[in-house]
C-alpha cells in the first residue's frame, strides 16, 4: 500500500472560481496575442511594418520587431519540446537497459 504524504506543505485543490479565472484570463490572453498577431500581419503587408509605435511602457518598437520576437518565442517552445523529448527517450532507453541487466523487481510492477 502507498503511503500519504501528510506533511503540512501539501497544497490544496484548485477550487472551481479559481479554475475559472484561470481559463478566462488564458482565453482573455489568447485574443490579446491574436489582436497584436494580426495587427503586426497587417501593418507588414501594408508596407508599414517599420513604422515605430509606443508601447504601454513608452517603449518604441515596430511590427517586424513583434513579428521576429514571436517567431523566436515559438522556436524556442520547440526547441525546449524536442529536448525534453530527447530526455524522456533517452531515459527509457536507460531504465531499459538497466532491467536488462539487473531484471526486474516483482514489487516495482
Known amino acids: 500500500m502507498a503511503k500519504v504524504d501528510e506533511s503540512p ?3 490544496a485543490p484548485m477550487s472551481r472560481a479559481e479554475a475559472i479565472g484561470w ?10 496575442l491574436a489582436t497584436l498577431l494580426t495587427t503586426a500581419f497587417s501593418m507588414v503587408s501594408a508596407g508599414r511594418g517599420s513604422e515605430t509605435y509606443r508601447t504601454w511602457w513608452m517603449v518604441e518598437s515596430d ?14 517552445v520547440l526547441v525546449g519540446a524536442g529536448y525534453r523529448l530527447w530526455q524522456l ?3 527509457r532507453l536507460e531504465i531499459r537497459a538497466l532491467e536488462e541487466k539487473y531484471g526486474v523487481r516483482e514489487d516495482a510492477k
Open 9 to 11: 506543505h501539501t497544497k
Open 23 to 32: 481559463g478566462v484570463a488564458f482565453i482573455v490572453s489568447l485574443c490579446g
Open 63 to 76: 511590427w517586424n520587431n513583434v513579428l521576429v520576437l514571436f517567431a523566436f518565442s515559438v522556436i524556442a
Open 89 to 91: 527517450r533517452r531515459e
